[in-house]
């Protein structure tokens, strides 16, 4: 068979990994191939609900605008849904209370959109939706342990039941085509180099960011506001944040973080302590007029990595890497779903392009590219962050230059509507990183000064 994933030869496709990327690539296979087999780990859970396979998904997750377009294309009425099952939409500025950089945000009209609500859910909706369709097939409670094949091709996968009591005996699944999705932790590079072949370079950026969450009830008294959450963001000069976001249900998402050294802690009332870090008490007082109704839980692995399958190497045709297991990053920029959802149209326009043979090596370019916007900003704003390390961390030629333009939009996001537009529509994943140099934006972030911002947290929306 040749370098081909195209439709005519590829008859079976294991996806490695049954959470968002490996869902969404099942998804688009079905449209090529004969029978797609989802992978997966864990024993799903029924509903929507936390499991060990995923553990970030105690953490807070949004869904932002580039993330829901994408959702929406591939499972059309997607995000209508989440809205139906109570996760809340969140106008941005409007909605929120956020400081960053010393200013407090106006709350003038939302420009961009997010959904909050449980990780959990949006997940289990996903899998609803792309179960339903009989080409899909989930394997549940069975590992990955390695690939068939040989440097030149891949021909399936090696599996092991997980679980008390059952037979560990690995077996083979024959596939045409072999998509990992198993996520940051992929074994991907052992796997390659068990049938000869060559693990791609790892680029690494690693600020040492710690999360450690819980869950609260509604806070009783306190100042009457209508916001929906509040948002401390970590800089350079100040490096603790903290996020208190509604989860649709009553109940709230409280998320502190710290660096390495000072990680936010898990044990019972030091979480709450911690939260004095903080630039300023409005999250540490919402936090003591709110029952807890969780333990806390931690999370450490946070690093950006991004496995460049692009680059020349002895690699097998027949594979290919999407989502956290081909690129992930810092969770704080709330990317990680939503790229996922980008690698699959990605991945769909990629098999459709009548232009195109659509080789190993051109869909995995595909699926890097659509990656690389949300690299350059998580890579870019880290490698500022104290202590950063990794390949990633060493300043390129245009890093100056751009990190000073950058801090120019950065001291005037808060106050100005259109450059904090601009800026929301390039981070939200749905405007080119250039649109931040058009000349209605550079004129303001040149010449304009920066607008004036609330001194305190501003409790009301703006009329
Ligand atoms: C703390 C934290 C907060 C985050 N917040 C946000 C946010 O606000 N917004 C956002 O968009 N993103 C966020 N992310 C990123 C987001 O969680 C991921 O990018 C997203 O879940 C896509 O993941 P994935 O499907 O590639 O991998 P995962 O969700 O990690 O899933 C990998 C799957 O593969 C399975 N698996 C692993 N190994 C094997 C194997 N050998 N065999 C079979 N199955 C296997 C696992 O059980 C799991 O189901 C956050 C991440 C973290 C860590």
Not at 77 to 93: C, N, Q, V
Not at 234 to 258: A, F, K, W
Not at 284 to 310: I, Q
Not at 412 to 439: C, Q, Y
Request: a neutral charge; aromatic letters at 6%; proline letters at 8%.
């Amino acid at each position: 068979m040749a370098d081909d994933l195209g439709r005519r030869t590829t008859r079976h496709a294991v996806v490695i990994g049954g959470s968002l990327a490996g869902l969404l690539a099942a998804r688009v296979l079905a449209e090529h191939a004969e029978k797609v087999t989802v992978v997966e780990r864990d024993r799903l859970p029924e509903g929507p609900e936390a499991r060990p396979g995923v553990p970030q998904g105690r953490h807070l997750h949004v869904l932002i605008e580039g993330g829901q377009q994408a959702l929406d294309e591939l499972l059309p009425g997607f995000t209508d849904e989440l809205g139906k099952l109570g996760a809340p939409k969140m106008g941005i500025p409007r909605d929120m209370v956020q400081w960053q950089n010393g200013r407090w945000f106006r709350r003038s009209a939302a420009t961009a959109h997010f959904f909050t609500g449980p990780r959990a859910q949006l997940e289990w909706l996903v899998r609803q939706r792309v179960l339903a369709d009989p080409r899909v097939e989930l394997v549940e409670g069975v590992e990955t342990v390695g690939l068939t094949g040989d440097s030149s091709r891949v021909r399936g996968v090696r599996l092991r039941e997980r679980g008390a009591g059952v037979d560990k005996k690995t077996r083979t699944l024959a596939a045409d085509l072999v998509v990992d999705a198993s996520g940051r932790s992929t074994k991907a590079a052992d796997w390659l180099a068990d049938i000869g072949a060559e693990a791609p370079h790892e680029e690494t950026l690693e600020t040492g960011l710690a999360y450690a969450t819980r869950v609260y009830g509604s806070p009783v008294g306190g100042p009457d506001t209508d916001a929906l959450g509040y948002y401390v963001v970590p800089n350079p000069s100040q490096v603790y944040g903290g996020v208190v976001l509604p989860l649709g249900d009553g109940r709230h998402l409280v998320t502190l973080s710290g660096l390495r050294g000072d990680e936010p802690p898990v044990e019972e009332g030091a979480f709450e302590e911690y939260a004095k870090r903080l630039p300023h008490p409005v999250i540490g007082d919402w936090l003591a007029r709110a029952e807890p109704e969780s333990p806390v839980y931690g999370f450490r692995k946070t690093a950006n990595v991004r496995r460049r399958y692009d680059r020349p190497g002895r690699r097998p045709a027949g594979f290919l890497a999407t989502g956290d297991a081909l690129c992930a990053f810092n969770p704080i920029y709330g990317q990680g779903m939503a790229v996922a959802a980008l690698n699959a149209v990605a991945l769909r326009r990629a098999l459709a392009d009548p232009g195109r043979t659509p080789t190993t090596r051109v869909v995995q370019r595909a699926l890097l590219d659509s990656s690389r916007q949300a690299w350059d900003i998580s890579a870019g704003a880290d490698k500022k962050m104290p202590g950063a390390t990794g390949d990633a961390a060493n300043p390129g030629p245009l890093d100056r230059a751009v990190g000073w333009y950058l801090g120019r939009v950065q001291q005037r996001v808060a106050g100005d509507p259109a450059v904090g537009a601009a800026f929301r529509a390039v981070s939200n994943l749905t405007a080119p990183l250039t649109s931040l140099f058009a000349p209605s934006v550079a004129r303001a972030v040149l010449f304009g000064p920066p607008v004036e911002t609330p001194a305190e947290p501003p409790l009301r929306r703006e009329a």
